[in-house]
């Protein structure tokens, strides 16, 4: 085989080529005839261009040659038009490359494919091969095309294990990746490094026709990013030789699908924040517009003292002599113990009621009249309730409210009694109370409806009662009921001097009310009456009276009583409004205190227990043997 | 004083300019990569070698491909023809494994001796055939832009496997009977001028084809030899 290589030309026509082909071919005695190659001559130039179309010849022809592992290949043929040439072995192929020096048949044949499979004995790399179809008779069908290296016809099979992982979903769960990683097929002798292969990865979602193709990936292993959750998706893959065009069959597809778990709690989740968010608004926006109210319900003010009658702002300075004290012969040289502190205006002010059976129930503002009762924790005559409340309408008018009555109409005044600081509470004969902040404990009367009625500081006394109490004036309706306690605190007491503790109470604001200073019983100590002798507001009035009883102090002081400050067991707050020595008629001589500052206006009968005895003698009271206690002799009454 | 203040401030400028680029200049030849741990280069794997080898056969076959596929579409309309082939190949005389069975009983030494043969068989008719693309017309300058990256990149190829065999060398993997000079096979074929009357077409065809060879001998090699990654 004699070649001639031509002188390089740059004119590259086709025809020029084809005429060069020709040429060649004339010159290489082992090629096929020229008329073998001018029949194929029309053939050749109607596949002139590269891109050839797929009509099939008519005549017998190779349909395709492929090697899959670079090592060995296959060649497919037809019979084309010719179907009596269609039987097997009616069409032998042929074969020669540069190696061979002539023609040589199929090594083996695979009859019902039509194919001729040539094995790695029979392959030769990086040189041509040409193929040639024979039928009877020695009538060859050759095509020049049908020459090939076997490099340039290899396509791999398809990579195996083709299997996909989650890598992770994006946070709103509605997009996630996958890697996607897949084995070389197993025909392929990547590990020599005899076939150098690159992947393509194709993925398309389940209804759409048009494949997504990815980067050709030298790695077995790949990621596809950004697909959506809730849709399925189609990957197959294919590979080729690095370098080379021709890509092998598609692998089999495998499919991916994400279901969203948390499609359905996204949105909730956004209406459950929203829903917080609103309902927080509209709380901030109510607290923002009832800001005042909602302060006083949350935060309510500490309350101020505030006696009715007397001006807080002298509590405060501690000007004691300034207040109008009326008649407190008991000495309120001392500070003068201010039983309550009466709120008429604050309507949280509320009665205590204490039950003496389930003590300690009953609200109250105030801790000192619970803690005073639950101190003193008498046992209670079953009869008897003891009721320490305060209200608005308890003791005294208030100087500044203006209200005549101090009672709360909606107040059970019924029931509750003023705490009172009366010294001879029957019941607590033996309980001694820490008296000093015990101001505000009010020691109901529990012996019968008692009513308290509001006092003022002074108060003129225009009658003794036989038993020793003290009548007060009586400019002012006053209602008296005379008290059971101190009968019964008799027997318990034993004391002369027993006065049944007259409670009057009074609720208009209208009435003038003078305090009733009790301090009825013996041994009855002025523990409890500590609390200054005020008077809450009856809780019931009793019409009619229009005096006040003074009960003699009991000639016993009890020593924690004398511990005490501010024993006086009673304690006459002023009531501006009250007129209360508009119309005294009568009055009488304060002779002498007792001990427990009660005011005697008779002396006491020598053969009264020198208990009886006020620790106070009013020496100075003789030079005046008539005449009412004014402010400037209550001063030289000190204890 | 203005001028002495611009003669002061040149110098310095000039000073400054000479240190950049001297520093520049030393950091581009600072550590040439060189086979052998001789003094001032940085020693490379054998692996790192191969690969980078095998990397430059690749993009030179590549490139090969394209500039083949570009003469196919533009002059030649059939493909394969067997009349183009391997005998107008200049380097049809040196003798090359054709097969994967042959390629792996070879040993390493002759595969190393056939590679080298074939990029310097491959020297001058690429560069040749690069002033012949520049100069006609016909081509546009990709093409004429690839001819020349081609050249110089079997130039590069060659200086690269000429190290590998050297490391190979001194580790002992391969005797010492692979010379690094040019074997009088190549001499010949490089020589000869057989290549000349060659057709571009065919030179492209044929250098196609053994840069094919070259990838394939350099990646087998690779493996036998190192095969834990990438094979």
Redesign the interface.
């Given at each position: 085989?004699l070649?001639k290589?031509?002188?390089?030309?740059?004119d590259?026509?086709?025809q020029a080529?084809?005429k060069r082909?020709r040429t060649?071919?004339a010159c290489?005695s082992g090629?096929p005839s020229d008329e073998v190659v001018k029949s194929r001559s029309a053939v050749?130039l109607w596949?002139?261009?590269?891109k050839t179309s797929k009509i099939t010849p008519p005549e017998p022809h190779i349909t395709e040659c492929i090697s899959r592992d670079?090592?060995t290949f296959q060649c497919w043929w037809s019979p084309g038009n010719f179907h009596n040439l269609s039987s097997p072995g009616a069409l032998r192929l042929f074969y020669i490359n540069?190696?061979a020096s002539e023609w040589k048949e199929c090594p083996k044949y695979v009859h019902p494919n039509r194919e001729c499979f040539f094995d790695?004995n029979h392959?030769?790399?990086?040189?041509?091969?040409?193929m040639q179809l024979r039928g009877q008779n020695n009538v060859t069908y050759y095509n020049?095309?049908d020459?090939?290296?076997v490099?340039?016809i290899v396509r791999p099979d398809p990579p195996v294990s083709l299997n996909w992982t989650l890598l992770n979903i994006s946070p709103s769960g509605l997009n996630y990746d996958v890697m996607v990683n897949w084995e070389a097929p197993p025909s392929a002798?990547?590990?020599?490094?005899?076939m150098?292969i690159e992947y393509e990865i194709q993925y398309r979602a389940g209804n759409t026709t048009k494949w997504d193709a990815l980067e050709m990936q030298r790695q077995t292993q790949q990621t596809i990013f950004g697909l959506h959750v809730g849709k399925e998706y189609e990957v197959h893959i294919r590979c080729r030789m690095?370098?080379?065009?021709r890509f092998g069959e598609f692998s089999d597809p495998i499919f991916i699908q994400v279901i969203s778990s948390k499609g359905s709690t996204f949105p909730l989740t956004l209406v459950l924040v929203f829903g917080i968010t609103g309902v927080l608004i509209l709380v901030m926006l109510i607290v923002s517009s009832q800001q005042r109210r909602l302060m006083m319900i949350l935060l309510p003010p500490v309350p101020a003292p505030k006696i009715k009658g007397i001006d807080p702002e002298l509590l405060k300075k501690g000007k004691l002599d300034d207040l109008n004290f009326s008649s407190t012969g008991g000495g309120l040289g001392g500070p003068p113990t201010y039983a309550t502190d009466f709120y008429q205006d604050e309507l949280w002010v509320e009665f205590i009621e204490v039950d003496a059976e389930d003590a300690g129930t009953g609200e109250k503002e105030d801790n000192q009249g619970s803690d005073t009762q639950r101190l003193l924790d008498v046992p209670q005559p079953i009869s008897h309730h003891m009721n320490i409340g305060f209200s608005n309408a308890v003791s005294f008018p208030d100087s500044d409210s203006g209200r005549a009555s101090c009672y709360d109409p909606d107040v059970p005044d019924q029931d509750t009694l003023m705490a009172t600081l009366l010294p001879g509470q029957p019941e607590d004969g033996e309980v001694k109370t820490s008296p000093a902040p015990e101001r505000l404990l009010i020691r109901t009367q529990t012996a019968g409806p008692q009513t308290w009625f509001n006092t003022d500081f002074y108060a003129q006394v225009s009658n003794v009662m036989p038993t020793g109490g003290v009548v007060l004036s009586p400019g002012q309706q006053l209602r008296i009921q005379e008290s059971t306690s101190g009968t019964e605190e008799e027997p318990q007491q034993g004391k002369e001097h027993k006065g049944s503790e007259d409670s009057e109470e009074e609720k208009e604001k209208e009435e003038q009310f003078q305090l009733l200073v009790v301090d009825p019983e013996g041994g009855r100590q002025a523990a409890e009456s500590n609390t200054p002798q005020m008077f809450a507001p009856p809780s019931s009035p009793i019409p009619g009276e229009g005096y006040q009883t003074i009960l003699p102090q009991p000639a016993e002081t009890e020593p924690a009583a004398t511990a005490e400050d501010g024993q006086s067991p009673y304690i006459l707050p002023d009531s501006p409004q009250s007129q209360v020595f508009a119309r005294v008629a009568d009055y009488t001589v304060v002779q002498e205190l007792n001990s427990q500052h009660s005011l005697l206006l008779n002396p006491p009968p020598r053969q009264s227990p020198p208990a009886c005895r006020p620790q106070h003698p009013l020496k100075a009271l003789p030079s005046m043997p008539v005449g009412y206690i004014t402010p400037d002799l209550l001063g030289s009454l000190s204890p | 004083m203005m001028h002495g203040t611009i003669r002061s401030v040149s110098c310095v400028w000039v000073v400054w300019v000479c240190l950049f680029f001297c520093s520049s200049v030393t950091m581009v030849g600072a550590a040439p990569i060189c086979a052998n741990a001789q003094g001032g280069c940085h020693v490379l794997s054998l692996a790192n070698l191969f690969d980078r080898v095998i990397q430059h056969s690749a993009r030179t076959h590549g490139i090969s491909n394209n500039l083949h596929t570009e003469f196919e579409q533009y002059f030649m309309p059939s493909k394969n023809h067997i009349g183009r082939v391997s005998r107008n190949c200049h380097t049809s005389s040196i003798l090359t494994p054709n097969g994967k069975d042959n390629a792996q009983r070879m040993a390493r030494e002759e595969l190393t001796e056939v590679i080298l043969k074939l990029l310097v068989a491959w020297r001058d008719p690429l560069w040749h055939f690069h002033q012949s693309m520049a100069h006609h017309h016909d081509f546009n300058n990709f093409s004429s832009n690839k001819a020349l990256e081609m050249s110089n990149m079997v130039h590069e190829l060659h200086k690269g496997v000429e190290k590998v065999a050297e490391k190979m060398q001194v580790l002992g993997i391969i005797s010492n009977t692979v010379s690094s000079l040019v074997s009088p096979e190549a001499l010949l074929a490089s020589d000869s001028s057989e290549w000349r009357p060659m057709r571009d077409y065919d030179l492209l065809y044929c250098f196609r084809r053994d840069s094919n060879k070259v990838q394939n001998y350099l990646k087998i090699l690779k493996c036998r030899i190192i095969p834990e990654h990438g094979c």
């Open positions: 085989m070649w290589a031509q002188s390089r030309r740059s590259w026509t086709g080529a084809v082909r060649f071919r290489f090629w050749s596949r002139f261009k590269r670079q090592a540069s190696l790695n392959t030769s790399i990086w040189i041509p091969y040409c020049e095309e020459c090939f290296r490099e340039n002798d990547v590990k020599t490094g005899w150098r690095r370098s080379f065009v | -």
